[in-house]
């Protein structure tokens, strides 16, 4: 019998296992093996007597800074949705009326007419979609506002017709809004400090319990015909 394998059979012997072969011949013709397994014995007791390390209880801390459940606010998507649907419906009105930049070119604003007012509702049904949409809404708001404004100073374009884009720019201001309140939702509540009576701070929680690291339990060598 190799040491090795004689080492494996005694890992199982401590471990309360089957022997896969007996080590007894062989321990007793081997000193390595024989303080091996003397040295294994003294550890597994070790291990066996050592009491486990006090872990304090965290329980009260942990339900402490977790955010109780509340109630969405549902003012900012309600009008966020409201806003959207009279977009669907500026944009429908320009899909059955007539451009007077022509029919392709009214076509073309009809149909982005339509996608912020899809965009805006589904920010109002998911949340969590109105950080995607502010980026190219906030650009197209801004040249929007830029280019209406020299459109108006020079004549091309009449107040009444400026304001159909203030639905856009009402909408723009709620989408970020909407997206504001869904970050914060789910941002955990400060520690309580000790003035208002909290019985652990947040060091408590955050602190790694004391005492001295648990040794690994003993593990028996790998024969070489189990190695992967």
Not at 149 to 168: F, P
Request: with cysteine; aromatic share 4%; hydrophobic share 45%.
């Amino acid at each position: 019998m190799r040491c090795e394998d004689c080492r494996e059979a005694l890992s199982a012997r401590l471990d309360g296992e089957a022997e896969p072969a007996s080590p007894d011949a062989h321990l007793t013709s081997c000193a390595e093996c024989r303080e091996w397994f003397a040295g294994a014995e003294r550890l597994r007791r070790t291990m066996l007597l050592r009491p486990a390390p006090p872990v304090p209880d965290l329980t009260a801390a942990i339900l402490e800074r977790t955010p109780a459940p509340s109630g969405e606010r549902w003012g900012r998507r309600l009008a966020l949705a409201v806003v959207a649907i009279a977009q669907l419906g500026l944009a429908f009105a320009e899909l059955l009326g007539t451009s007077h930049g022509g029919v392709h070119l009214g076509h073309e604003s009809s149909a982005w007419n339509l996608a912020v007012g899809i965009g805006l509702l589904t920010a109002a049904l998911l949340p969590r979609t109105a950080a995607g949409q502010l980026p190219l809404l906030t650009g197209f708001v801004g040249v929007l506002l830029v280019l209406s404004a020299g459109d108006l100073a020079a004549g091309r374009v009449t107040l009444s017709r400026l304001s159909t884009h203030l639905l856009v720019v009402l909408g723009l201001a709620l989408l970020y809004a909407v997206q504001r309140a869904h970050r914060d939702h789910g941002t955990p509540l400060p520690a309580a400090t000790a003035g208002e009576g909290a019985t652990t701070s947040a060091s408590t929680v955050d602190a790694p319990a004391t005492g001295r690291a648990r040794p690994r339990l003993f593990r028996r060598q790998a024969h070489g015909r189990h190695a992967a």
